[in-house]
């Protein structure tokens, strides 16, 4: 397949100047073409490709794998011997190129990637990851290359859920699909009927019932003596991603007609966890019974929200010699339509989706396709026909199989192979957990989650100072009681001028303060409660579980994906070379800097 490259029309590596102050390389004015080459060829032979077999890990404990390293032999063409070397310290040296590889970027108009991470559409680090040395990227296809308009998608499978939810008995009549009522990352309790969103630990921190949120109290009693434990399926359902919000939003509104005693007895004795299943049923028939798909692959356009960007994105993958593949859930037909209408107009040259993939695999079976081995088939026409196969080639069509026949057909295996998914347990911690893979995940919502951030900080930087005051207010509070305390049992107060206070002085002390700190809960109350609205008015954030707690979902995030981001086009703001470095991880004992700081030279022998 030919595919568009760029070549230097003339000598792409002039010969080095000496500066006063170390070596520098004039850029030369640069004619591109298109044309066919190995991405390995680039540069000619200035550099040479560190290889999987001489690959080593540098300081961070990444592979070394695909970094370019200088070819000593070209330099003494240019007549260097090979041994010069920058001209003062390197941290000088580093500084100043620092500083003239930042505007040049700028007179480029290209985004850096510390510019391109501060913004909704950055992409965010959470185990370091250096892209040279992935062999091959694997890709989702729903919610993932293709992203579905959510109030079409999931309100017509919500459609098609409480038709089918009729036909079985169940009164729907007035129900309305409201996908506000949910967000991902939230947690279903079969048992009790409720939603709840949880912090990294496990503790429920807001919950609904039905359609009705339950009050911090509520929430309290109910669930103070229990965590949320992803491992007990019979009781918690995780919602992993987008596909769950018309399921769950079924679910919840159910639970008000059971609690209302309107649902047929004729349906038998039913109870939360036997509705939940009942909801389920009615849904699977939806996708089974090939209604909904049928529905979109004939108007994909209603459904369907074109990313221009990402073709372009997967060519620059490719052209470095990225080894590209598709492994998706979805049948051929669906995948083959969808991918059609997403990617075939915003390519060049007449290429159609197909060739930026060196393999298709399609009806994978995740999660068992990282656990297990299934029987491979090749799909051989247009219709879909397939027959049975063993071995896989580049380019190929194949329905089934195991993440292992993948892995022993390109001869990459484990940290090579990067996996891009929406959902968290099927795509991401399943290809991580049993084969080692490194993964991202993608979650559209966090492009609008970063802007209600931005906007909330004037909001939340007042709660902070409140709790600061009361905090200082309520240390001095404690601090009275306590020496009200050891005066009532006749011990001296924990200073001389704390004992000397005299009664009267010490209790209108400590009264002030009460009344302080509880005006303070009064005002800090409701802005805490509030806080998040701007993302989800029931919910809040998405990664939070409360002002400086992170949620479930944010915990599951780190632990599994290497690099998340919202839409997989992002990967423009970098480049196929891109090291990404996870950013330091504060501990509660980090406070230690502050002492430093505060105690420099202060100390005495």
């Not at 591109?32 to 080593?56: E, I, N």
């Not at 081995?373 to 069509?397: A, D």
């Not at 009344?515 to 008015?537: C, H, S, T, W, Y």
Request: glycine share 6%; net charge negative; aromatic share 10%.
């Amino acid at each position: 397949m030919a595919t568009a490259n760029l070549q230097f029309l003339q000598n792409p590596f002039p010969r080095p100047t000496f500066s006063s102050k170390y070596l520098v390389m004039r850029a030369p004015k640069m004619v591109f073409k298109c044309g066919c080459s190995s991405s390995s060829s680039v540069g000619g032979d200035a550099f040479s490709l560190t290889s999987s077999s001489k690959c080593d890990v540098d300081y961070l404990g990444e592979s070394t794998k695909g970094d370019l390293n200088i070819n000593l032999k070209h330099l003494e063409n240019f007549g260097l011997d090979g041994q010069a070397t920058l001209e003062g310290p390197i941290e000088q040296v580093a500084r100043l190129e620092a500083e003239e590889a930042g505007s040049l970027l700028r007179d480029l108009g290209i985004p850096s990637p510390s510019a391109a991470r501060l913004s909704p559409r950055g992409m965010f680090c959470t185990r370091t990851l250096n892209l040279r040395s992935i062999s091959a990227i694997g890709y989702d296809m729903d919610y993932t290359l293709i992203h579905y308009n959510v109030m079409a998608w999931e309100g017509r499978a919500y459609d098609y859920c409480m038709e089918n939810l009729k036909s079985m008995g169940f009164p729907v009549e007035g129900l309305a699909f409201d996908p506000d009522l949910v967000i991902r990352g939230l947690v279903i309790d079969k048992e009790k009927g409720n939603l709840v969103k949880a912090d990294r630990f496990g503790y429920v921190k807001r919950a609904l019932h039905g359609t009705k949120m339950l009050s911090t109290r509520a929430v309290s009693e109910m669930y103070g003596r229990e965590l949320v434990d992803l491992r007990k399926e019979s009781q918690w359902e995780f919602l992993n991603t987008l596909f769950s919000v018309s399921e769950a939003v079924a679910y919840m509104q159910m639970v008000d007609r059971l609690d209302d005693g309107v649902i047929p007895a004729d349906l038998g004795p039913l109870d939360y966890k036997g509705l939940y299943k009942a909801v389920g049923k009615a849904l699977f028939r939806a996708h089974v019974e090939g209604q909904l798909k049928s529905e979109i692959m004939s108007k994909p356009e209603l459904f369907v929200e074109p990313d221009p960007e990402l073709p372009l994105a997967l060519l620059d993958q490719k052209e470095a010699g990225k080894k590209l593949l598709l492994i998706t859930n979805s049948d051929y037909h669906y995948t083959d339509k969808m991918m059609q209408h997403s990617f075939n107009r915003f390519l060049p040259n007449d290429m159609g989706w197909r060739d930026l993939f060196d393999m298709v695999i399609v009806s994978a079976r995740k999660p068992e396709f990282f656990q297990m081995s299934h029987p491979l088939y090749e799909v051989v026409t247009g219709e879909g026909l397939m027959r049975p196969c063993f071995k896989t080639h580049t380019g190929g069509l194949y329905s089934g199989g195991s993440a292992q026949m993948v892995e022993n057909s390109l001869n990459i295996h484990g940290d090579e192979i990067l996996y891009v998914g929406d959902h968290i347990y099927t795509d991401v911690s399943q290809s991580k957990v049993h084969l080692r893979w490194r993964t991202a995940l993608i979650c559209r919502e966090l492009e609008e989650e970063y802007k209600a951030l931005i906007h909330s900080r004037g909001p939340r930087a007042t709660v902070v100072e409140l709790i600061n005051q009361k905090e200082v207010v309520g240390d001095l509070f404690n601090q009275l009681r306590l020496a009200l305390q050891r005066r009532t049992k006749g011990r001296p107060a924990q200073t001389l001028a704390a004992t000397n206070m005299d009664d009267r002085e010490l209790t209108e002390s400590m009264q002030k303060l009460l009344i302080v700190m509880q005006r303070l809960d009064e005002k800090i109350a409701p802005l805490l409660e509030a806080d998040g609205e701007l993302f989800n008015k029931r919910w809040g954030f998405l990664s939070r579980a409360g002002l400086w707690y992170k949620s479930h979902l944010m915990r599951q995030i780190e632990k599994y994906a290497d690099i998340y981001t919202s839409r997989v086009s992002n990967f423009l703001n970098y480049t196929p070379f891109m090291y990404f470095r996870s950013q330091e991880q504060t501990l509660a004992h980090d406070t230690y800097s502050h002492y430093c700081s505060e105690h420099n030279g202060s100390s005495t022998n």
